[in-house]
């Protein structure tokens, strides 16, 4: 990931401002993205990139956390692999 992809917001930039900027940065690049509301005081962008998925979150109150999700590489062929999935994660 660019280290100016992330970048701390210019002094007096809001946290919308800060939003706007990283997801025309991510445009630029050309990463796809979804935006994604799941807590009443913060704003998520997901990202999927091959063998990773981010997860960047703009606080209300300005902090932006970051975290990154790589795979290990491995994959199961397993078909019962699916249904412990959905039994360990399902409501």
Known sequence: MSATLLSEPAVGTDV????????????????PYTL?????????????????RWEIDFLEDGDVDVEVFRSTGGVTADAGRIDQLIATHGE
């Open 36 to 52: 994604r509301h799941s807590r009443d005081d913060a704003v998520m962008i997901e990202v999927t990139v091959p063998g990773e």
């Open 16 to 31: 919308f401002g800060h939003l706007l900027s990283v997801l025309n940065r991510l445009a630029a690049a050309r990463i």
